[in-house]
């Protein structure tokens, strides 16, 4: 994955779609000495002569990458057999992070990545996910886990639903009286125990959304980690329930399992007919007056719009607050005119944007 990400800095198209056939090559190849991991990686995502051509010169530019962030010393200890351990050590302290993000950058400079200061960390979570330079991917995806984490937490402790409170408690209202002549002067009240809201999130993984829907499979996953009641789905084609792989696996394993569900990554979307098949499968499970379901989508929907709109309505119906986060919000002069959008607006509680990180911490601002 680190190499995908690199490749595509490259001028390679690898998408999401490529790198889950890279991680399911890979598995299939019993052979793991390095020229079989890179004919592996090249036959998977190469589709033109001209990537082809390119393809050694990026594997090379990217091992190189990987020698550079070794320690010294380190080179005897070097496994042969199989890819560098630079490789794989990249995933365990971030989520997709390219090798040599700390190198120089192509101006030449000597910057590195690591979030320095009060005014990185803001130029940082600004930016916008689809506009982030390759030298900067690791940092943001540092501060994004780190944030997000925190927010997630907060939000766990302090979104809670109760009933009616204050109603009288008679019971005790007339024992606490009968020491005083059966005269009720002090009243007794009872109050509903706050129960965690539940939260549905559904998120949008099509073509369109290609360029945000790994940071905001990061955001659900934060989400779903530290909320107790929290079903979490993907959809593009079709739907996909993977609030089980979310809930029970730190990131880089929860990608690992996800690449092996049929989601329908970066193809087309049907928001409605996911939409529908969701209120029909999980509705009556996940979706009561204490729900809050968040839909991270751009709207842009090839089916019917009206079918989005009727499913969104029986939503509505049934849940606390509905809100939808859009990437194409945080653009300038963005305005929802397409036919998905325009359909689903009068249904939707709060309408935001989910093109940054600053953007997604403003969720308990939404749910409040």
């Given at each position: 994955m680190?190499?995908?990400?690199?490749?595509?800095?490259?001028?390679?198209?690898?998408?999401?779609?490529?790198?889950?056939?890279?991680?399911?090559?890979?598995?299939?190849?019993?052979?793991?000495?390095?020229?079989?991991?890179?004919?592996?990686?090249?036959?998977?995502l190469c589709s033109s002569k001209e990537q082809w051509d390119?393809?050694?010169?990026?594997?090379?530019?990217?091992?190189?990458?990987?020698?550079?962030?070794?320690?010294?010393?380190?080179?005897?200890?070097r496994d042969h057999r199989g890819p560098?351990?630079?490789?794989?050590?990249?995933?365990?302290?971030?989520?997709?992070?390219?090798p040599g993000a700390k190198t120089s950058t192509a101006d030449g400079d000597n910057e590195t990545n690591a979030v320095s200061g009060a005014s990185t960390e803001e130029r940082l979570?600004?930016?916008?996910?689809?506009?982030?330079?390759?030298?900067?991917?690791?940092?943001?995806?540092?501060?994004?886990?780190r944030m997000l984490k925190r927010t997630s937490i907060r939000l766990a402790r302090r979104f809670r639903i109760s009933g009616r409170s204050g109603r009288l408690d008679v019971r005790r209202t007339i024992r606490r009286s009968i020491g005083r002549g059966g005269d009720p002067f002090d009243l007794s009240y009872r109050?509903?125990?706050?129960?965690?809201?539940?939260?549905?999130?559904?998120?949008?993984?099509?073509?369109?959304?290609?360029?945000?829907?790994?940071f905001l499979l990061q955001f659900m996953h934060a989400l779903a980690k530290h909320f107790k009641k929290t079903d979490a789905f993907i959809f593009s084609t079709s739907l996909v329930d993977i609030s089980r792989e979310l809930r029970s696996n730190a990131l880089p394993g929860a990608f690992e399992i996800?690449?092996?569900?049929?989601?329908g990554w970066a193809a087309g979307t049907r928001i409605g007919e996911s939409l529908r098949d969701f209120n029909r499968r999980y509705g009556r499970k996940?979706?009561?007056?204490?729900?809050?379901?968040?839909?991270?989508?751009?709207?842009?929907?090839?089916?019917?719009?009206?079918?989005?709109?009727?499913?969104?309505?029986?939503?509505?119906?049934?849940?606390?607050?509905?809100?939808?986060?859009?990437?194409?919000?945080?653009?300038?002069?963005?305005?929802?005119?397409t036919r998905g959008m325009a359909a689903a607006l009068p249904y939707v509680d709060t309408f935001a944007p989910a093109h940054s990180l600053e953007s997604l911490l403003a969720l308990e601002r939404h749910l409040r």
């Amino acid at each position: 994955m680190a190499f995908c990400r690199y490749a595509r800095t490259r001028g390679l198209s690898i998408g999401v779609t490529e790198t889950l056939g890279a991680t399911e090559a890979v598995r299939a190849v019993p052979d793991r000495t390095l020229e079989t991991f890179q004919f592996c990686l090249r036959t998977v995502l190469c589709s033109s002569k001209e990537q082809w051509d390119l393809f050694d010169d990026v594997f090379a530019d990217f091992l190189r990458g990987v020698e550079r962030q070794k320690p010294i010393g380190d080179e005897k200890k070097r496994d042969h057999r199989g890819p560098p351990t630079g490789a794989r050590i990249q995933t365990q302290t971030g989520f997709w992070i390219a090798p040599g993000a700390k190198t120089s950058t192509a101006d030449g400079d000597n910057e590195t990545n690591a979030v320095s200061g009060a005014s990185t960390e803001e130029r940082l979570s600004t930016m916008d996910f689809s506009q982030v330079p390759p030298r900067d991917q690791a940092a943001l995806e540092k501060l994004a886990r780190r944030m997000l984490k925190r927010t997630s937490i907060r939000l766990a402790r302090r979104f809670r639903i109760s009933g009616r409170s204050g109603r009288l408690d008679v019971r005790r209202t007339i024992r606490r009286s009968i020491g005083r002549g059966g005269d009720p002067f002090d009243l007794s009240y009872r109050q509903q125990k706050r129960q965690q809201a539940k939260l549905v999130v559904l998120l949008d993984v099509s073509g369109s959304m290609n360029l945000y829907s790994l940071f905001l499979l990061q955001f659900m996953h934060a989400l779903a980690k530290h909320f107790k009641k929290t079903d979490a789905f993907i959809f593009s084609t079709s739907l996909v329930d993977i609030s089980r792989e979310l809930r029970s696996n730190a990131l880089p394993g929860a990608f690992e399992i996800l690449s092996r569900r049929p989601a329908g990554w970066a193809a087309g979307t049907r928001i409605g007919e996911s939409l529908r098949d969701f209120n029909r499968r999980y509705g009556r499970k996940s979706l009561s007056r204490d729900t809050f379901v968040i839909i991270l989508s751009d709207g842009w929907d090839t089916g019917d719009p009206v079918a989005l709109a009727t499913e969104l309505h029986a939503i509505k119906r049934r849940v606390k607050k509905l809100v939808w986060l859009n990437p194409l919000l945080g653009l300038h002069g963005y305005q929802p005119l397409t036919r998905g959008m325009a359909a689903a607006l009068p249904y939707v509680d709060t309408f935001a944007p989910a093109h940054s990180l600053e953007s997604l911490l403003a969720l308990e601002r939404h749910l409040r």
